[in-house]
């Protein structure tokens, strides 16, 4: 389904054990995109991916739940996707009947889900396995949201985040038709992320961010985190500002990569900025790429002149941290070119992401 004016996130849990089970339902709680969610609205999100764990522990031996999130100011939209390959559902009406069980149990688990879920679907094949997919709309307080991440890592060093907490939140225009797509994965056995990625909306137009903390790990994670959380509350056009406050704010830190670009839908141009190992290619009628400087947020912050190419509808442009490699993710851009944003970032970081790093890729495009 093509969802505009929006951005999105995923994350994914590897389940064989109850072990799993626990750590996904952990982790779901404390899930980004659900820090502004009530606490009936988080108990329902973790109730699926538990039920859906759960089954695949149950029936399939092993398989995967991933979470994605698509934001709208005040909304979000969760997908809780269930796959494994197992056995599969020989009859899924019957598999779907209240107390109906094939293991002996009360069999609860995927009506429950159903109820509580906005729109259910299941494919199950036999001996090739089970795609379950539940989706919940729910209401959060995005303000609430962006201090309860900035709070929570900075609760010690708490002046330094006044000046971010004095800027409105910006409605965002009805009238840009941008796609966007984010897929975040992090390091090969870790559960979370020192990479973050952005879409804002401006009365101008849309500014992207990518960040990827020093090193992965929990505290790369939090340090993404942070710089995310207060990018939303001092979001602007103009990237020399938001990199110098950026750098104040990650003093005294592990540092970061930073890459931001705003798409000023007026003059139909990108401007870029970027420190560290983050990377802007823009698939016009050329292919045009914008350069970081080398140095660390935090650490040491290079002068910075903006770059700026051409943007009208029907361009592309991605962003991506060195999880990827360059050359193949640009080849593999121009094939997936025709497909929505959010299949193009899943397949880059995916099929590309490098097995000793941290990987994100943020795409849009501009549709005529």
């Known amino acids: ?35 502004g969610a009530s606490a009936v609205d988080k108990s329902m999100i973790a109730t699926i991916v538990s039920e859906l764990a759960s089954n695949i522990i149950k029936y399939a031996t092993s398989g995967t739940i991933e979470l994605r999130s698509y934001e709208w100011l005040g909304t979000v939209e969760i997908e809780v996707l269930a796959v ?5 559902i020989v009859n899924l009406n019957l598999a779907m009947q209240e107390h109906f069980s094939s293991s002996g149990t009360l069999g609860l688990g995927l009506s429950g889900v159903q109820r509580i879920a906005d729109d259910f679907k299941m494919y199950s094949t036999v001996d090739h396995g089970t795609h379950v ?14 201090l309860s991440l900035t709070t929570a890592y900075y609760s010690s060093t708490s002046e330094r985040l006044i000046a971010f907490r004095n800027t409105e939140y910006i409605e965002p225009s009805s009238t840009i038709k941008f796609e966007i797509g984010k897929h975040i994965r992090a390091y090969p056995g870790q559960i979370v992320s020192g990479d973050q990625v952005l879409a804002f909306p401006l009365e101008e137009g849309y500014l992207l961010a990518i960040i990827d903390a020093t090193g992965h790990g929990q505290e790369a994670h939090k340090i993404a985190l942070m710089l995310l959380a207060a990018l939303k509350k001092i979001a602007s056009s103009n990237l020399s500002d938001l990199m110098g406050k950026l750098y104040e704010l990650a003093r005294g830190t592990i540092g970061a990569s930073l890459g931001l670009a705003f798409f000023d839908t007026h003059q139909h141009t990108v401007h870029y900025a970027g420190i560290g190992n983050t990377s802007l290619v823009v698939f016009n009628d ?12 935090g650490q040491r912050l290079p002068s ?52 000793y790093d941290d990987a994100s890729c943020i795409v849009l495009k501009w549709n005529k």
């Open 304 to 355: 910075f002149m903006e770059q700026s190419t051409t943007f009208n509808p029907g361009d592309m442009a991605m962003m991506f941290t060195d999880g990827l490699s360059e050359s193949l993710a640009n080849s593999e851009a121009l094939k997936l070119r025709h497909q929505d944003a959010n299949t193009i970032a899943y397949r880059l970081v995916d099929t590309l992401g490098r097995t």
């Open 84 to 88: 494994d390959n197992g056995p599969g």
């Open 133 to 146: 997919l539940a989706i919940k709309k729910i209401k959060v307080n995005a303000k609430l949201q962006v």
């Open 286 to 297: 050329k292919k045009w790429r914008g350069v970081s400087r080398d140095g660390i947020l």
């Open 1 to 35: 389904m093509l969802k505009e004016n929006i951005s999105s996130t995923s994350t994914r849990f590897f389940i064989s054990n109850h072990i799993d089970l626990k750590i996904a339902i952990t982790q779901t709680l404390s899930w980004q995109p659900l820090l």
